[in-house]
């Protein structure tokens, strides 16, 4: 399958049963749901079930979802209520078992957990638009962002130093205007205006 499928194209066929598109939306959003649940404290035995839990709950849903490149945005919600749910029944336990320590069982976790749960899904979403770019740009941007002088990247790519400005601009350009990206950064400007409406 070409590296280049979008995630709503991926969720068209993985709807269909092609396998090898579900595996590669798993291979994709899968580091993300590890890093939710890590922000949230989970150990292994947990980030196992959750994930598993996720992903059923993905393959009961696909067929559902309205906006197929927002599956990102979807799987990330529904790891984070999926890691409350496990903490809660956790704290639960640890309550039965031993006595309850108000200092140590308080949540003042919530806005770290929150933007650490953002974070994943941008970074998950701009590592799929970037797997997304020709090869070049991709080769290209990630040299520049290494910091290498142009004329190093010249050597290395065999383009002229004058081109390598207005290549890059073209890349970036192809970047914002990948869909799901464009959607994540409108998303997070409702949310910044809401916010300073409050």
Known sequence: MPEDFAVDALVVRARSGDQRAW?????????????????????????????????????????RLRDPERLGSWLATTTKRECVRVRRARRRQDTAEYPLDTAT????????????????????????????????????????????PYAEISARLGMA????????????????????????????????EGDSHV
Not at 109 to 134: H, K, M, S
Not at 169 to 188: F, K, V
């Open 23 to 63: 595996d590669r939306l798993v291979e994709r959003y899968a580091p993300m749901l590890w890093s939710i649940c890590k922000a949230y404290g989970l150990d292994r035995r947990d980030i196992d079930d959750v994930a598993q839990h996720v992903w059923m709950r993905a393959v009961e849903h696909l067929s």
């Open 105 to 148: 069982t308080a949540d003042d976790q919530g806005d770290d957990i929150t933007r650490a749960v953002e974070e994943a899904e941008r970074n998950a979403v701009l590592r799929a638009a970037f797997a997304e770019l020709p090869p070049g740009c991709q080769r290209l941007l990630a040299l520049l962002m290494l910091e290498i």
């Open 161 to 192: 130093v004058g081109s390598i400005g207005p290549t890059r601009s073209r890349c970036l350009a192809r970047l914002r205007a990948n869909a799901a990206l464009s959607a994540l950064m409108g998303a997070d400007m409702d949310v910044r």
